[in-house]
């Protein structure tokens, strides 16, 4: 399974961007797929994920600001993000699990640059 993710940029703060993240290769059956980012000198940390039937996590930093959905017959994840801050710059990565006869395998993309800025 590969992953390729787009849509990463430069944004002025309170600006919106939209991260894609195509799977493709020979998948099975994709459960989650979510959104990770790290920013320089801090660990990668969980933005938000969403389940195959829709159901959504977020972290706090971003509720409100960013949504996350997915297309299942696209095998994409999409990441909107709304009224972006300084600190929410940093690489993001997509990853999926793929259910493969009762075992999980998780993926993840080549990650995609956000930076905020004025």
């Known amino acids: 399974v590969q992953l390729q993710a787009s849509g990463g940029g430069l944004v002025q703060p309170g600006g919106s961007l939209r991260l894609s993240c195509a799977a493709s290769?020979?998948?099975?059956?994709?459960?989650?797929m979510g959104w990770y980012r790290q920013a320089p000198g801090k660990e990668r940390e969980l933005v938000a994920v969403i389940s195959k039937s829709g159901s959504t996590n977020y972290a706090d930093s971003v509720k409100g600001r960013i949504t996350i959905s997915r297309d299942n017959a696209k095998n994409t994840v999409y990441l909107q993000m709304n009224s972006l801050k300084f600190e929410d710059t940093a690489v993001y990565y997509c990853n999926v699990n793929e259910e493969r006869w009762g075992i999980t395998r998780t993926y993840w993309g080549q990650g995609t640059q956000v930076t905020v800025s004025s």
């Open positions: 290769g020979n998948i099975f059956s994709i459960s989650a």
